[in-house]
C-alpha cells in the first residue's frame, strides 16, 4: 500500500524531508483554518435551516448533521486549494523522494519526446483537479451514511484522487491528459486500490494535512517503482511524427 509506504518513508527520513513539508504544512494549516471559519460562517447556519425545513430531524441532530457536513466540506475545498496553489512544493517533493532512491527527478527520460508544450500539459492537469472536484462535491453527501458511506465515498474518488496525485510525473514523462488516461484505465485497478486509502487518510480531520504529503510521497514511490520497471514505457510504443498534433495528443498503441 503506497499511502502507508508515504507515512513509513517519511518517518523513516525526517531530517531529509521535513525541509520540504514543514512549510507546505503550515500554509496547507492556513488554507485549512480560513477554508474551516469561511465555511462556518457561510455555510453552517443554511445547511441546518435546510435540513429543519425540508428533514423531519430534529433541530439538535439538524445542527449536528450541519456541523459535520462543514468539517468534511472543509477538509474538500483544503484539498483542492492546496492541489492548486502548492505546485512547486509537491513537485519539490516528489524530486526530493527520487534523489533519496538514487534517481534524479529533473533528468527523467521522457516516454512520449517532442508532443505538445507545457501550457496544454499545465492545462491538462488543472483539468483532472476541477473533475475531481466536481467528483468528490458530487459525491460528498454519500458521507453522511456511517462507515459505509465513507468507504463507499473513497471507492468512487480512489482512481481520479490517485490520477491527480501522480500527475507531476506523468506531466514529467510528456503524456497529455488523453495519454494519462489511457495508462490509468489499464491500470485501474492499482489507481482504485491506491486512490481509496489516499481518499480514507485525507478525510481525517486534523491528520489529513500531514497525510497530504504523506500520500505525495506515496505517489512519488510509486512512481519510482515505476520508472525502474520502465512502466510507463512498456505501456507506449512511441508514434510516429504525423502522428503527433499541436497539443500533444497522440493515437497511442498498447503493448500486449
Not at 512549510?23 to 477554508?35: D, H, K, R, T, W
Request: aromatic share 16%.
Amino acid at each position: 500500500m503506497y499511502p502507508l509506504k508515504g507515512i513509513s518513508f517519511l518517518a523513516n527520513h525526517p531530517s531529509q524531508l521535513w525541509g520540504a513539508v514543514l512549510l507546505p504544512i503550515v500554509v496547507s494549516i492556513a488554507i485549512g483554518v480560513g477554508a474551516f471559519v469561511v465555511l462556518m460562517a457561510g455555510g453552517l447556519y443554511p445547511q441546518a435551516l435546510f435540513f429543519l425545513t425540508y428533514t423531519s430531524l430534529p433541530p439538535w441532530a439538524a445542527w449536528i448533521l450541519s456541523l459535520v457536513l462543514v468539517f468534511l466540506e472543509t477538509v474538500l475545498l483544503s484539498f483542492i486549494l492546496a492541489q492548486l496553489f502548492l505546485d512547486h512544493a509537491r513537485t519539490r517533493l516528489y524530486a526530493k523522494v527520487f534523489e533519496l532512491n538514487g534517481l534524479q527527478f529533473s533528468s527523467l527520460d521522457r516516454v512520449i519526446q517532442g508532443t505538445g508544450n507545457a501550457y496544454f500539459q499545465w492545462v491538462s492537469q488543472r483539468a483532472i483537479f476541477l473533475f475531481l472536484f466536481f467528483q468528490m462535491v458530487a459525491t460528498l453527501p454519500i458521507n453522511l451514511v456511517p462507515v459505509a458511506g465513507t468507504i463507499c465515498y473513497a471507492g468512487l474518488n480512489g482512481v481520479s484522487f490517485a490520477w491527480a496525485l501522480q500527475g507531476v510525473y506523468f506531466e514529467r514523462k510528456g503524456l497529455s491528459f488523453l495519454q494519462q488516461w489511457k495508462f490509468v484505465k489499464t491500470h485501474l485497478n492499482d489507481y482504485l486500490s491506491f486512490g481509496a486509502v489516499a481518499v480514507l487518510l485525507d478525510s481525517i480531520p486534523v491528520f489529513n494535512i500531514l497525510f497530504f504529503y504523506t500520500n505525495i510521497i506515496g505517489s512519488a514511490l510509486w512512481a519510482i517503482d515505476m520508472e525502474k520497471a520502465q512502466t510507463l514505457e512498456n505501456s507506449f510504443l512511441l508514434p510516429a511524427n504525423a502522428l503527433i498534433d499541436d497539443v500533444g495528443i497522440i493515437d497511442t498503441e498498447e503493448l500486449h
